[in-house]
């Protein structure tokens, strides 16, 4: 495997990054996961438009402009012959002191992986997955902008290893007020009398690609759709629960808690999102 890093093409195991780094040091980056489908990068903009906010948002200067990135990310899909795959971008503030004084970091490291993913077997998408609901609370928005990929996941990772000491795939996480607000690596949804209901940015969510794809592919194919506040209880009556994510697509939740979600399997709103996205994934590639 070969990786894109600072401007060059190195093997995989030659791919570093100092243990200076106040990417190591403190987790200060940002970064993209990002589909590639038939050769192409999947929303490229959007997602080059989220890296920019995010960096924006911890005050950490890009050292390459859009086109540039967009360059490295397809040298790195070439590189490794990727057709369908998966690309990490990532941007870190780089080298510093042992301090916390993110200026002394003068120049940021940015580095482009491009290989396979499938985190969930393709008959998960009919069978559908199990969650549970974490108790570790999602960070507020108010420590950390919500909205800001970072390279700071550690209040992920909790939630998650939460699902994986309970035997399952995902967590779904509530914020501080005690709403839902979304799964360890994917945005929440259900379907309920017909309409299809997501929490809000306001929710401490992370916005996602893929859920914006899918909340303008609902919109097209006339499904009602509402974007609020919503509460733990309301999973647990739904007809369908569904997760969107870069590496997820769209997937069912069957089960939470141990609690059966609708008739136990992928329900119909859920199958129709999953079948418009993954033909829109095809006419992309056009």
């Given at each position: 495997?070969?990786?894109?890093?600072?401007?060059?093409?190195?093997?995989?195991?030659?791919?570093?990054?100092?243990?200076?780094?106040?990417?190591?040091?403190?987790?200060?980056?940002?970064?993209?996961?990002?589909?590639?489908?038939?050769?192409?990068?999947?929303?490229?903009?959007?997602?080059?438009?989220?890296?920019?906010?995010?960096?924006?948002?911890?005050?950490?200067?890009?050292?390459?402009?859009?086109?540039?990135?967009?360059?490295?990310?397809?040298?790195?899909?070439?590189?490794?012959?990727?057709?369908?795959?998966?690309?990490?971008?990532?941007?870190?503030?780089?080298?510093?002191?042992?301090?916390?004084?993110?200026?002394?970091?003068?120049?940021?490291?940015?580095?482009?992986?491009?290989?396979?993913?499938?985190?969930?077997?393709?008959?998960?998408?009919?069978?559908?997955?199990?969650?549970?609901?974490?108790?570790?609370?999602?960070?507020?928005?108010?420590?950390?902008?919500?909205?800001?990929?970072?390279?700071?996941?550690?209040?992920?990772?909790?939630?998650?290893?939460?699902?994986?000491?309970?035997?399952?795939?995902?967590?779904?996480?509530?914020?501080?007020?005690?709403?839902?607000?979304?799964?360890?690596?994917?945005?929440?949804?259900?379907?309920?009398?017909?309409?299809?209901?997501?929490?809000?940015?306001?929710?401490?969510?992370?916005?996602?690609?893929?859920?914006?794809?899918?909340?303008?592919?609902?919109?097209?194919?006339?499904?009602?759709?509402?974007?609020?506040?919503?509460?733990?209880?309301?999973?647990?009556?739904?007809?369908?629960?569904?997760?969107?994510?870069?590496?997820?697509?769209v997937i069912a939740v069957t089960k939470i808690d141990g609690a059966v979600i609708g008739n136990g399997k992928a329900g119909p709103v859920t199958m129709k999102l999953l079948s418009a996205f993954r033909e829109l994934t095809k006419a992309e590639q056009a």
């Amino acid at each position: 495997m070969k990786v894109w890093i600072n401007g060059e093409l190195v093997d995989a195991d030659k791919a570093t990054v100092s243990v200076f780094d106040h990417a190591l040091l403190y987790g200060e980056g940002v970064f993209e996961g990002i589909r590639v489908y038939g050769g192409r990068i999947f929303r490229c903009e959007d997602h080059l438009d989220r890296l920019v906010a995010s960096a924006e948002s911890i005050r950490l200067p890009l050292k390459m402009n859009r086109q540039e990135i967009t360059d490295a990310m397809y040298a790195a899909i070439e590189a490794n012959g990727i057709v369908d795959g998966y690309i990490r971008l990532v941007v870190t503030r780089g080298v510093g002191d042992l301090g916390l004084d993110p200026f002394l970091c003068k120049h940021s490291t940015v580095y482009v992986i491009a290989d396979q993913i499938e985190l969930y077997p393709e008959e998960m998408y009919a069978s559908g997955l199990e969650v549970v609901i974490a108790k570790t609370p999602r960070r507020s928005g108010a420590v950390i902008p919500s909205t800001a990929k970072t390279l700071n996941y550690l209040n992920n990772i909790i939630a998650k290893m939460e699902a994986v000491d309970a035997g399952v795939g995902e967590a779904i996480m509530l914020n501080t007020r005690g709403e839902v607000a979304e799964a360890t690596g994917d945005n929440v949804f259900i379907v309920t009398g017909g309409k299809v209901v997501t929490p809000p940015p306001e929710a401490d969510i992370l916005v996602g690609i893929t859920r914006g794809v899918v909340i303008g592919l609902a919109r097209d194919l006339g499904i009602d759709l509402e974007e609020r506040a919503m509460m733990p209880a309301e999973l647990f009556t739904a007809d369908e629960c569904f997760l969107t994510g870069t590496a997820a697509e769209v997937i069912a939740v069957t089960k939470i808690d141990g609690a059966v979600i609708g008739n136990g399997k992928a329900g119909p709103v859920t199958m129709k999102l999953l079948s418009a996205f993954r033909e829109l994934t095809k006419a992309e590639q056009a």
